[in-house]
């Protein structure tokens, strides 16, 4: 099922790191939207995802397709995981209680390379 | 790779590189890291202020560092488009 896989992914209750990769996997059949960092957007069903996060999309619909009909002509892409910036996913589709307990799980797990460190605050009285 | 180019060989695609630039050609290969080899291709430059131009290139092979979006291209809708009349800003470039 796609919650078994999902827990998966999040490394259920040992100290595995979060993927990605199998995370999407879960995710494959969905429409999702991708913003990539030229700025443009697209939306598609999620056909597939591989280990560098390249995405393939189909039935591919540009956001604001008036701007950009370099692109009118496309159905299905291929999106290079690099150039990715955003994927927006259905809060539907995910157990967003599971992605957030394993994101303190694994903050729990490693703290030293998770902590940020604030200075403390300054003071000054004029 | 799961998300294979493998369905591409062979048609026709257009690419869109990290530059903003758009060309078109028919997919004979590709590798790990997506370099591509593009037969009969030409670039499609954009303008706000004229129709579309079409640079001939020939047989090209373009890097995978410098590629964003692999696009099957849907030859019927793409012969119905009058490039002439198409005035669009160019894509923008990638920035990390």
Do not use: W
């Given at each position: ?8 992914a999040l490394g259920g209750a040992g100290m595995a790191t979060f993927q ?62 690099s150039v990715i910036r955003y994927v927006q996913i259905p809060a539907a ?34 | 790779?799961?998300?294979s180019l493998d369905q591409l060989v062979n048609k026709v695609i257009t ?82």
């Amino acid at each position: 099922t796609g919650h078994e896989e999902a827990s998966r992914a999040l490394g259920g209750a040992g100290m595995a790191t979060f993927q990605f990769n199998s995370f999407f996997k879960t995710l494959i059949g969905k429409e999702i939207a991708v913003e990539l960092k030229n700025d443009v957007a697209l939306t598609g069903t999620l056909h597939s995802v591989d280990q560098y996060l390249n995405i393939k999309l189909t039935d591919v619909q540009v956001v604001d397709a008036d701007r950009f009909p370099q692109l009118a002509a496309m159905k299905n892409c291929f999106i290079r995981g690099s150039v990715i910036r955003y994927v927006q996913i259905p809060a539907a589709e995910v157990d967003t209680e599971l992605l957030q307990d394993a994101a303190r799980q694994q903050t729990k797990d490693a703290p030293s390379s998770n902590a940020t460190t604030t200075a403390a605050p300054a003071t000054a009285s004029a | 790779m799961a998300a294979s180019l493998d369905q591409l060989v062979n048609k026709v695609i257009t690419v869109v590189t990290n530059d903003g630039r758009n060309i078109v050609g028919n997919l004979r290969g590709y590798d790990q890291t997506t370099n591509l080899i593009l037969d009969d291709c030409h670039e499609r430059v954009f303008s706000t202020t004229a129709g579309v131009q079409q640079e001939v290139l020939g047989l090209y092979i373009i890097r995978g560092d410098n590629i964003a979006i692999i696009g099957e291209l849907d030859q019927d809708v793409d012969s119905q488009a009058d490039l002439s009349v198409v005035r669009a800003e160019p894509l923008k470039p990638v920035t990390h």
